[in-house]
């Protein structure tokens, strides 16, 4: 059975490849995971998306940063750790 994280990868390769044969870079821009979802979830979905940008030599660039996506909390203007860390990793 495929999980979603292997198809993110094999769909994300799909387009590395294209890029490769063409001699042109690829940029996965504004990707993000809605706060309606659980956090543990965006953090996990957020973290494969980035990952497998990097892996493949994409550039990325992550939807935004203080609303509904955001990895900071505009109420408290403290970042989500757990997202930014799925963006950033230490």
Not at 8 to 34: C, K, L, Q
Not at 41 to 67: D, H, I, K, P
Request: hydrophobic share 45%; no cysteine.
């Amino acid at each position: 059975v495929k999980t979603e994280a292997m198809e993110i990868a094999d769909t994300m390769a799909i387009a590395s490849r294209w890029s490769i044969a063409r001699n042109m870079p690829m940029y996965v821009g504004e990707f993000g995971a809605y706060n309606k979802g659980d956090l543990a979830s965006r953090v996990a979905w957020t973290r494969t998306v980035r990952s497998n940008a990097q892996r493949l030599n994409l550039g990325w660039g992550y939807w935004e940063l203080a609303q509904g996506f955001g990895f900071l909390d505009p109420t408290t203007n403290t970042f989500r750790v757990p997202l930014l860390r799925a963006l950033i990793p230490e």
